[in-house]
């Protein structure tokens, strides 16, 4: 099992859509987590820390399942700016070290 | 607001070249970190450091090596390079002292095309 899997996607909803994505993990010891997003040919941008208690930040609502090592990210009402790819970081262990999926490619059509 | 800045966008070097890139950031952070990103494979960590004259490796150091000297910068090398390391680099720093402190603050990344 890779240390952090996401689904590639692309995903492809029309604008006001609900979007969840979902990225397991493998180390159970593991403390940190975050959703970055990424546009195309930038830089990683933090998009939000993801807490044991959940967290929202407007439209956007990350979740932890310690139980079943997944973190969550839920888009509401998506916006063509929404469009881009969403990184799931985890740290190893209880470490600082980060680990990066792979992404989700997220598409919002008109 | 954190700033990291890398020292060039694009870079074109020939095979055997030694090429250092550059990365500063300017909110003392502890720790900073080189990455390269390519298409299918995500980021991927090279080596990082998390003080002054210290590194470790990361997942796919060969063929690079580092040079932290001062807090702020955080050098890259590729000794000889190869075609193969042809890709997209990222710097990032982050702050330290605590798992609440992991938050990565990149640079806008150096492309690297190795003829």
């Known amino acids: 099992r890779k240390e952090v899997e996401q689904d590639p996607g692309p995903f492809n909803v029309p604008e006001g859509a609900t979007v969840a994505f979902n990225c397991t993990y493998s180390?159970?010891?593991?403390?940190?987590f975050f959703w970055y997003r990424q546009d195309c040919r930038k830089e990683p941008k933090l998009l939000m820390s993801?807490?044991?208690s959940g967290n929202e930040d407007g439209r956007f609502t990350a979740q932890l399942n310690r139980a079943s090592q997944y973190i969550s990210l839920l888009i509401r009402d998506s916006k063509l700016s929404d469009s881009a790819t969403y990184l799931c970081?985890?740290?190893?262990?209880?470490?600082?070290?980060?680990?990066f999926g792979r992404g989700t490619s997220l598409i919002v059509h008109p | 607001d954190v700033k990291v800045t890398q020292s060039s966008r694009y870079l074109v070097k020939r095979t055997g070249e030694k090429v250092f890139l550059e990365c500063v950031q300017d909110m003392d952070h502890e720790n900073m970190f080189w990455y390269r990103q390519d298409p299918g494979l995500g980021l991927r960590l090279i080596y990082f450091?998390?003080?002054?004259?210290?590194?470790e490796k990361g997942d796919i150091p060969e063929g690079y090596s580092v040079s932290r000297e001062k807090k702020e910068r955080f050098s890259l090398i590729l000794e000889s390079a190869s075609t193969n390391q042809t890709s997209m680099y990222l710097c990032a720093s982050s702050p330290g002292g605590g798992i609440r402190n992991n938050e990565q603050f990149f640079g806008p990344g150096t492309r690297l095309t190795v003829l």
């Open positions: 970081v985890v740290n190893r262990g209880g470490s600082y070290i980060p680990t």
């Open positions: 450091s998390y003080d002054v004259k210290m590194k």
């Open positions: 180390n159970s010891a593991s403390q940190s």
């Open positions: 993801v807490y044991s």
